[in-house]
């Protein structure tokens, strides 16, 4: 009878169960009405530009298809290259776009459509499942009544279509949606019961009407299209294989479905090395990748702190809700569907775990983990886990489950639009700067690496671009002005790197900041860039080359290189202007117990002017230096080179140097000095910061004036059970008290008095501080006041 439950030899055993075709009836029409309002609710916001560094690769793949030069990147996504092909034809006719606008929407619309397959995929893999769970179990049987057209197969649809990380990626101009919707495809296939494929509709009658097996069975079909799945992303067989593994072992079934998944791989595989320029070609591409990979990726199975794997579940678990509150609700539904799955369906678990848990492992282990969509398809198991639990309120499972739903949809929805209508800020910044351009151009255009890419892939046609040296871009400009460089050039940054620091932060007054309205949304977390810096530099006062540590992006980098001044001379170049001059220079000590304290030599045209001590005791030492003769010589800049040798020559001194800077002695120059903590940096937001300690120091050296600091930091509250009271001093005067009990923004004018009277040393000071040593366990005996994010010094005009 159509509709109701009719009893099948189960998959992987020869008992039976409830297995009830959810394309029949009232579950056959939703299901439909939810992928069709999913993708109605797509197709207006899809992404309005190219965005993640992926995406361009994709879309210069479409103009020429070659993964050597990661066009697409390796290891190609040749399914996934003609599906773009059919559609970007048909959205330049259909819309006005054109260029990267037409190529976003091109490869964005199968996201869309892979979504709404996946809804349908996922149905059908829900209801394998559900014909697992035991025939008579209270409350959580799959029957009609126990919630007809609201069982938790529905709720898992729906649950998993508004997924904030479910809903965003169907946006986006990526492979993630199609490849899932493919792989879901194939496991749904894999696990229909045997004698089923009339119910599902995967057979059709001959002339005699009898019904005729299709390509052999529904686990032949599956292996097909998991074969298939892996030309649009690779990572599929991580979802398929060991299912197909499983269910080929159950049916006693081998040669046809592994020649099945071959073939669906050949299908894609070998045009793929035809285009590549043949099999060497092709390996050599995707080894290049893999080193790329292994080297710059932060992998949990390199890295398998205690810290790391708290991060990584974090990030797999967390962030694809893109809010903790929701996060946590799902996740608690989720653990108690595992329990009653664990206890009471042994079987629907061990599928579900074959399924999903390889992938899991391999996401944790091998993937970057910062990349959200990554996690794509760890939301699956997840839905169907919460909606497990939903079953649990029998006929309430709709009063339980609708608040997830609605939740999930309310913080989803306003971040696709969102997304779908602000244009990715890389493709805004390079569009003003072409126009600006064709009046005004550049001698040349440099950028950081990731913004390489959307100037490769927009119309730069106007602008002379320099390919950039990864990891070292600030020295295409410094390569340019000492060459003799001096018309205005400008300089497409990152907002997330910090290298510029060696550039005088007086000369980088004019930019341009582009930010994204959504880039701090969880679910496109790992994208690369986000905001976007435009600089127009002249001619600068100073610049640096290799070996300094004026940031913790690069100090590593030194590190990394061993190019400090204690293993050969840095640099760096002054512009020569009339007039005396004074510097700074702020050293730390970065030895053992067993190192030896370091000499400091500054040296300038090659003519020492100056020598100090770096001991390690002191760890930290602060220089300034007058030169009243300023920087007399010929040429347009001066060399000035620093040095760092061991007073025991038979010991080593390891010295940073982290605070430079010269200008002429009218103008204020200022430094972190005691008190004071190292400066810190996170990788993943490009967001610095430096902690105060009870009493934290800022020396300025200069002609007496009035000065505003404005400060902003982080509420201490997330460290004290209470506000502490901080005061700004100079001297014995106090010049500001707060007592902050939030994130603050403070300004505070220091009088030109004041500053005569303590010497140019302003004071912040704070009552409370804390000891992570002592309350996280650590060897940190650090004593930490306030987390300063920004301080800024400024002159106040007469």
Same mark, same amino acid.
């Given at each position: 009878?159509?509709?109701?439950?009719?009893?099948?030899?189960?998959?992987?055993?020869?008992?039976?169960?409830?297995?009830?075709?959810?394309?029949?009836?009232?579950?056959?029409?939703?299901?439909?009405?939810?992928?069709?309002?999913?993708?109605?609710?797509?197709?207006?916001?899809?992404?309005?530009?190219?965005?993640?560094?992926?995406?361009?690769?994709?879309?210069?793949?479409?103009?020429?298809?070659?993964?050597?030069?990661?066009?697409?990147?390796?290891?190609?996504?040749?399914?996934?290259?003609?599906?773009?092909?059919?559609?970007?034809?048909?959205?330049?006719?259909?819309?006005? &776009?054109?260029?990267?606008?037409?190529?976003?929407?091109?490869?964005?619309?199968?996201?869309?459509?892979?979504?709404?397959?996946?809804?349908?995929?996922?149905?059908?893999? #829900? *209801?394998?499942?559900?014909?697992?769970?035991?025939?008579?179990?209270?409350?959580?049987? &799959?029957?009609?009544?126990?919630?007809?057209?609201?069982?938790?197969?529905?709720?898992a649809t729906l649950l998993l279509a508004a997924a904030p990380d479910f809903w965003m990626t169907g946006l986006r101009p990526m492979s993630d949606m199609p490849g899932l919707a493919l792989a879901v495809a194939a496991q749904a296939l894999l696990l229909v019961p045997r004698g089923s494929e009339e119910r599902l509709g995967l057979s059709w009658p001959d002339e005699a009407g009898a019904w005729r097996r299709q390509l052999g069975s529904a686990i032949t079909v599956g292996a097909l299209v998991a074969g298939l799945a892996t030309g649009i992303r690779v990572q599929?067989?991580?979802?398929?294989?060991?299912?197909?593994?499983?269910?080929? #072992?159950?049916?006693?079934?081998?040669?046809?479905?592994?020649?099945?998944?071959?073939?669906?791989?050949?299908?894609?595989?070998?045009?793929?090395?035809?285009?590549?320029?043949?099999?060497?070609?092709?390996?050599?591409?995707?080894?290049?990748?893999?080193?790329?990979?292994?080297?710059?990726?932060?992998?949990?199975?390199?890295?398998?702190?205690?810290?790391?794997?708290?991060?990584?579940?974090?990030?797999?678990?967390?962030?694809?809700?893109?809010?903790?509150?929701?996060?946590?609700?799902?996740?608690?539904?989720? *653990?108690?569907?595992?329990?009653?799955s664990l206890l009471r369906e042994p079987r629907a678990a061990l599928v579900l775990a074959v399924a999903f848990v390889p992938y899991l492992v391999f996401h944790l282990l091998f993937q970057q983990l910062d990349t959200t969509r990554y996690a794509l398809p760890i939301v699956v198991p997840v839905a169907w886990l919460a909606a497990r639990s939903f079953a649990l309120a029998g006929r309430l499972a709709a009063v339980v489950a609708a608040p997830f739903v609605a939740a999930a949809l309310i913080v989803a929805v306003p971040g696709g639009v969102a997304y779908g209508t602000d244009p990715h800020p890389a493709f805004r910044a390079i569009t003003d700067a072409v126009r600006r351009a064709r009046v005004e151009p550049p001698a040349a255009v440099y950028s950081h690496y990731a913004i390489r890419r959307p100037l490769q892939a927009a119309d730069t046609d106007a602008l002379r671009v320099v390919e950039p040296v990864t990891q070292y871009e600030w020295l295409g400009p410094v390569n340019y002005w000492r060459t003799g460089g001096a018309r205005p050039i400008w300089f497409f940054a990152d907002a997330r790197r910090t290298d510029l620091a060696l550039i005088d932060p007086r000369s980088r007054t004019?930019?341009?900041?582009?930010?994204?309205?959504?880039?701090?949304?969880?679910?496109?977390?790992?994208?690369?860039?986000?905001?976007?810096?435009?600089?127009?530099?002249?001619?600068?006062?100073?610049?640096?080359?290799?070996?300094?540590?004026?940031?913790?992006?690069?100090?590593?980098?030194?590190?990394?290189?061993?190019?400090?001044?204690?293993?050969?001379?840095?640099?760096?170049?002054?512009?020569?202007?009339?007039?005396? #001059?004074?510097?700074?220079?702020?050293?730390?000590?970065?030895?053992?117990?067993?190192?030896? +304290?370091?000499?400091?030599?500054?040296?300038? +045209?090659?003519?020492?002017?100056?020598?100090?001590?770096?001991?390690r005791a002191a760890r930290n030492a602060l220089r300034f230096v007058d030169l009243s003769d300023g920087v007399p010589g010929t040429g347009p800049f001066a060399a000035l080179t620093i040095t760092s040798h061991s007073v025991d020559p038979k010991r080593a001194a390891p010295v940073a140097v982290r605070q430079f800077d010269i200008q002429p002695s009218a103008q204020l120059i200022s430094a972190f000095a005691e008190g004071w903590h190292e400066a810190e940096y996170s990788v993943e937001t490009g967001?610095?910061?430096?902690?105060?300690?009870?009493?934290?120091?800022?020396?300025?050296?200069?002609?007496?004036?009035?000065?505003?600091?404005?400060?902003?930091?982080?509420?201490?509250?997330?460290?004290?059970?209470?506000?502490?009271?901080?005061?700004?001093?100079?001297?014995?005067?106090?010049?500001?008290? #707060?007592?902050? +009990?939030? +994130?603050?923004?403070?300004?505070?004018?220091?009088? &030109? *008095?004041?500053m005569v009277n303590s010497g140019g040393a302003i004071a912040i000071e704070i009552d409370r501080v804390y000891l992570p040593g002592r309350v996280e366990g650590t060897a940190d005996d650090r004593h930490l006041g306030l987390r300063i994010f920004d301080l800024r010094i400024n002159g106040v005009d007469p």
């Open positions: 009878m159509v509709g109701s439950g009719f009893q099948v030899r189960g998959a992987n055993s020869g008992s039976t169960s409830n297995y009830q075709p959810p394309t029949t009836n009232q579950q056959g029409a939703a299901v439909l009405v939810i992928a069709v309002l999913y993708l109605a609710a797509h197709l207006p916001f899809l992404a309005p530009s190219l965005e993640d560094i992926d995406s361009i690769n994709f879309a210069l793949g479409l103009r020429h298809f070659d993964p050597a030069l990661h066009q697409p990147h390796p290891p190609g996504y040749p399914v996934y290259m003609l599906l773009g092909h059919l559609s970007l034809p048909i959205v330049e006719r259909l819309t006005s &776009a054109t260029g990267v606008a037409a190529e976003a929407r091109a490869l964005a619309t199968w996201s869309a459509v892979g979504g709404a397959g996946c809804i349908i995929a996922a149905w059908f893999l #829900f *209801a394998a499942l559900r014909a697992r769970l035991p025939a008579t179990n209270f409350r959580l049987r &799959a029957g009609p009544e126990a919630g007809s057209g609201t069982s938790e197969v529905v709720w599929s067989a991580v979802l398929t294989l060991p299912l197909l593994v499983l269910v080929m #072992f159950q049916h006693r079934r081998f040669v046809t479905p592994l020649l099945a998944f071959a073939i669906g791989c050949l299908v894609w595989g070998i045009p793929l090395l035809i285009a590549s320029g043949g099999v060497r070609a092709y390996i050599a591409a995707l080894n290049m990748q893999a080193v790329q990979d292994f080297s710059w990726v932060d992998m949990l199975w390199s890295n398998p702190t205690p810290r790391h794997i708290a991060i990584g579940l974090y990030q797999a678990l967390v962030l694809p809700w893109a809010s903790i509150p929701l996060a946590v609700a799902v996740g608690v539904a989720a *653990a108690i569907g595992l329990l009653v004019d930019v341009v900041r582009y930010r994204w309205s959504v880039e701090q949304r969880g679910e496109l977390s790992g994208t690369r860039p986000l905001g976007v810096d435009w600089y127009r530099l002249g001619v600068p006062g100073w610049f640096a080359g290799q070996g300094w540590s004026l940031t913790p992006e690069i100090g590593g980098l030194t590190q990394a290189a061993s190019t400090g001044p204690d293993h050969r001379p840095i640099e760096a170049w002054v512009r020569r202007r009339p007039g005396p #001059f004074h510097m700074l220079i702020g050293a730390r000590h970065l030895g053992d117990a067993g190192d030896a +304290d370091a000499e400091m030599t500054l040296a300038l +045209d090659g003519r020492p002017i100056d020598r100090w001590p770096v001991t967001q610095t910061w430096r902690w105060t300690s009870e009493r934290s120091v800022l020396r300025m050296n200069g002609a007496a004036q009035s000065v505003t600091l404005d400060i902003r930091g982080e509420s201490p509250l997330r460290y004290f059970d209470r506000p502490p009271t901080v005061k700004i001093t100079a001297g014995d005067v106090t010049l500001a008290q #707060f007592q902050p +009990d939030t +994130d603050f923004e403070w300004r505070v004018t220091v009088p &030109a *008095a004041a």
